[in-house]
């Protein structure tokens, strides 16, 4: 069966260091997979997401993440985190067959930023 | 920017009251959404629908109905809410292109349920 397992509910780090937030799927094949960031208060919007091809994706805000097939993995990651990056991110995976737009999404980490 | 408009941002009800959920959106998508994001955060869709068809409805009790005017509004309604609907519900749309799996969300409408 398609899961996203993100293993770490919580990840703190301080402004301006370097972040990994951990995603792994369960897929028969290769899948889409997808990083989405819920900010207070407001729905879902897309980071980046990963179709067959260059396994390291770049998404906005400085966001990048990268596809292992043999980890199945795709984790997230940035550079040096911002305040504003203080959100719930959310790793979602999709089928490529079917076209169905169903996603099965993750449970969710929650990225504190400290000052 | 939203494109995706959800009403009301927050209701509260009793048990046993029947409710409704609107949302329409903007960006000439052909398939719409709505996902039960519960109190853990866990997201799971519940409807969507393309062109007036229901083509994807998961083992979601009898009392949830989506309902839809055309392919740019869908709403939710909820006949005899019970204390486990409390939740954020979102919506979203999507366009069919190919390989175009991304979803637009609304902001979410929260129900507490007393």
């Known amino acids: 069966a398609q899961s996203v397992t993100q293993p770490d509910a919580r990840v703190t780090v301080s402004e301006g260091a370097s972040l990994q937030l951990r995603c792994k799927y369960s897929?028969?094949?290769?899948?889409?997979l997808f990083w989405y960031v819920q900010y207070p208060r407001q729905g879902l919007q897309l980071l980046l997401k990963?179709?067959?091809?260059?396994?390291v994706v770049q998404g906005v805000n400085g966001f990048e993440a990268e596809f292992s097939k043999s980890n199945s993995s795709f984790h997230l990651r940035k550079a040096s985190v911002h305040w504003s990056d203080w959100a719930v991110y959310f790793c979602?995976?999709?089928?490529?067959?079917?076209?169905?737009?169903?996603?099965?999404f993750g449970l969710g980490t929650t990225l504190q930023v400290q000052p | 920017e939203t494109a995706v408009f959800q009403t009301p941002n927050y209701h509260v009800t009793q048990v046993g009251n029947e409710v409704s959920f609107n949302c329409k959106q903007t960006?000439?998508?052909?398939?719409m959404y709505w996902y039960k994001q519960d109190s853990k955060k866990l997201l799971k869709i519940m409807f969507s629908?393309?062109?007036?068809?229901?083509?994807v409805n998961e083992t979601v009790p009898r009392r949830f109905s989506p309902q839809s005017s055309d392919k740019a509004h869908l709403n939710l309604r909820i006949k005899s809410v019970e204390p486990e609907d409390s939740a954020v519900y979102l919506c979203?749309?999507?366009?069919?292109?190919?390989?175009?799996?991304?979803?637009?969300f609304g902001h979410g409408t929260k129900l507490s349920v007393l």
């Open positions: 979203a749309s999507r366009w069919d292109g190919y390989s175009n799996e991304r979803l637009f």
């Open positions: 897929y028969f094949g290769t899948p889409y």
């Open positions: 990963y179709y067959p091809g260059d396994p």
């Open positions: 979602a995976v999709s089928p490529i067959t079917g076209n169905t737009g169903k996603l099965i």
């Open positions: 960006l000439g998508h052909d398939t």
């Open positions: 629908y393309n062109n007036k068809q229901l083509i």
